[in-house]
């Protein structure tokens, strides 16, 4: 069993930057496939960035590229999302989800509690 934290959200200006975490325990962090979801009111939730098990490998939402990055801290036991020129369309409720194995973009077992993030126009 892997457990999962988020936190980081807040309420921010359209432009403005905030940085999320995942705190895994109770597993090796370094096996598993760690991602980010987001899901806002009345929508799917959807993948946004995911990171491979060693951090080599990285993959992103089209509509965040070049704003978001996510990384991770195998050490800490960690991993980061952070959001830059954040937009309205931003808001939503972020989720850090994990995977043993390859990075994919959907078949995540684990699942923080999700943290909230409000982009203010």
């Known amino acids: 069993q892997v457990q999962l934290a988020e936190s980081g959200g807040g309420l921010v200006q359209t432009g403005g930057s905030l940085r999320l975490s995942c705190a895994a325990s109770?597993?090796?962090?370094?096996?598993?496939?760690v991602a980010w979801f987001r899901q806002a009111p009345g929508k799917e939730r959807e993948f946004v960035a995911g990171i491979s098990r060693s951090g080599g490998s990285t993959y992103y939402l089209d509509s965040v590229k070049g704003r978001f990055t996510i990384s991770r801290d195998n050490a800490q036991n960690t991993a980061y999302l952070q959001m830059n020129s954040l937009k309205p369309e931003d808001t939503a409720v972020y989720y850090c989800a994990a995977r043993a194995g390859t990075l994919l973009l959907r078949g995540y077992d684990y699942w923080g509690q999700g943290t909230q993030v409000t982009v203010s126009s």
């Open positions: 109770g597993r090796t962090c370094s096996n598993y496939a």
